[in-house]
Each structure stands twice: as structure tokens, then as C-alpha cells.
């Protein structure tokens, strides 16, 4: 009688078993390291958008750019504003721009933003006008250190 080669079935059915248990484990692991990568990047597009409305007013404040009014503190009008530029000083053909693009929330995919001006509460969420002193994301979600994403 001759033996053919191969595995049985119960020895399908273990390594089956072992591989979903595998599986299953690395998942919340995957899953964890992509909201952490998200994370990350919104902190980094935050810095990133909070230091242009910061080197904004440092360049008004200097009078090197056309500073808006006195009553705004020197913000700027938009984000909008950040990418398109602000003529210099002095000159009428020459711009700053403190943005390339306005960037996109890593946690919604859209480039929105929630807006602060100098007038508005610290922790509001609620836009009331005036010239853009902070960013903040529009998610509603929290993140893995317990703080909702709005207040970062």
C-alpha cells in the first residue's frame, strides 16, 4: 500500500484556527497605529498652520507686510489669506505668503477648519468673526489621550 502525501483535515482546520487568532490580535494593533499616524499628523498640520498666523503677526507687527487694523492685533483676516499672500511694505508687486495651501485635517479629510479670533473664549467652538488668532480640527472625535480633538 502506498501512502500519499498531504496534510488531514485536522491539520487544516489547526492552522486555520492559530492564523484567525493571529489575525484578530494584530487588528486593534493596525488600527491603533493608523489613529496614532493620524494623530500625529494633525498635530504637525496645526504647528504648522499655528506657527504662519504667529510669523503673520510678528511680520505686521514689524510693519514689513501691510498690517491689517490695530483692532484686529494684528491677526489675519482668513487662512485664506495665508496662502494668497500679503504685500510687502513698501512694495506693490511683492508678497509674503505664509501657507502654500490650507491643509487637510487628517481626521475628517476636508480642509476645514474651526476658527478663533481675539475675541472669542478660549474653548469656543464657535466662529464670531474677526481676524483668525487659532485653528482647531472640526472632528468630533476624542483622542487616545482622552482629549477630544477640538481642544488640541
Known amino acids: 500500500m502506498k501512502r500519499q ?21 494584530t487588528v486593534p494593533l493596525v488600527r491603533n ?7 500625529l499628523e494633525l498635530r504637525r498640520t496645526l504647528r504648522e498652520m499655528r506657527m504662519a498666523i504667529d510669523e503673520y503677526k ?4 514689524q510693519q514689513k507686510i501691510k498690517a491689517p487694523p490695530v483692532d484686529a492685533n494684528f491677526y489675519p483676516e482668513s487662512l485664506e489669506l495665508l ?3 500679503v504685500p510687502v511694505a513698501g512694495s506693490a508687486s511683492r508678497k509674503i505668503r505664509f501657507l502654500r495651501r490650507i491643509p487637510v485635517d487628517p481626521l475628517t479629510g476636508k480642509a476645514e ?23 482647531y480640527s472640526l472632528s468630533q472625535g476624542t483622542g487616545m489621550n ?4 477640538r481642544e488640541w
Open 58 to 61: 510678528k511680520q505686521a507687527e
Open 83 to 85: 496662502v494668497e499672500g
Open 5 to 25: 502525501a498531504g496534510f488531514t483535515l485536522m491539520e487544516l482546520v489547526v492552522t486555520a484556527t492559530v492564523l484567525v487568532i493571529l489575525a484578530s490580535a
Open 33 to 39: 497605529g493608523l489613529k496614532r499616524q493620524q494623530e
Open 146 to 149: 482622552g482629549i477630544p480633538y
Open 113 to 135: 477648519w474651526g476658527l478663533r479670533s481675539s475675541n472669542d473664549d478660549p474653548t469656543s467652538t464657535s466662529w464670531g468673526g474677526g481676524h483668525v488668532q487659532d485653528v
